[in-house]
């Protein structure tokens, strides 16, 4: 499965948008980005996910770059409830199995 | 709420026990997926069940095991439980076992004294 690279730690202002990276290079192309984000402790809560191109739903925007060795997460205008650990997920499936492999992430703080 | 139940919230045992948690997946989803997450491993992915049948493993070790039963629910059982098993464990539930998003419960969080 394809490797993540995410900062470890962000800060974002409140109310301002918090833009997190994400570096996935050796991501085939049929494989899919996912977002899910942890908040202290309760369950993993998936956010977006996208093969190519833009995506946007209620909650946040995915960017990924034309050779989809890159993407970013947007949340437009951030607010406290948003702190929590952000996870970049390129999951395995194959042979009928599916796996979500959670890395480190990075825990972004939202600043009042 | 993610329409995923986990049972029981807290549970504490002592060494040697062996106990078992619950999952109710969120209503038409097939797969199951098991997650235990302690504080120096992070999330660990356990197993996967889709429509009864065991799909994948992870780092399940061999006093745990699982099941999915023909209504779709889903029990870990811990059997000689040791300190270090102590920990959140956490269900999911996707429609498929594919690229679709899994939808996570909010965890059992086990201590074990």
């Known amino acids: 499965d394809a490797k993540t690279t995410q900062p470890t730690s962000m800060d974002c202002a409140e109310g301002r948008a918090a833009n997190l990276p994400c570096n996935h290079s050796t991501i085939s192309g049929n494989e899919y980005v996912y977002w899910y984000r942890q908040i202290h402790s309760q369950g993993p809560q998936y956010i977006i996910h996208g093969l190519k191109n833009n995506e946007t739903n209620e909650m946040a925007s995915l960017i990924i770059t034309e050779d989809r060795k890159s993407s970013t997460l947007i949340l437009p205008h951030a607010t406290l409830r948003d702190t929590a650990v952000y996870y970049c997920i390129v999951p395995y499936s194959g042979a009928g199995s599916y796996q979500l492999t959670f890395g480190k992430g990075t825990k972004l703080s939202v600043i009042p | 709420d993610s329409g995923v139940t986990q049972t029981p919230k807290h549970l504490i045992t002592a060494t040697g026990q062996r106990v078992t948690l619950r999952c109710s997946p969120r209503?038409?989803?097939?797969?199951v997926y098991w997650y235990q997450q302690s504080l120096d491993q992070g999330l660990q992915f356990l197993i996967q069940y889709y429509n009864g049948e065991e799909r994948a493993k992870g780092n399940i070790l061999e006093r745990f095991s699982a099941q999915q039963f023909p209504d779709l629910h889903s029990e870990l059982n811990l059997s000689s439980l040791e300190l270090g098993d102590s920990a959140l464990y956490f269900c999911?539930?996707?429609?498929?076992?594919?690229?679709?998003?899994?939808?996570f419960g909010n965890g059992t969080r086990l201590t074990v004294t």
């Open positions: 999911a539930s996707s429609v498929r076992g594919d690229n679709s998003p899994l939808h």
């Open positions: 209503s038409g989803d097939l797969s």
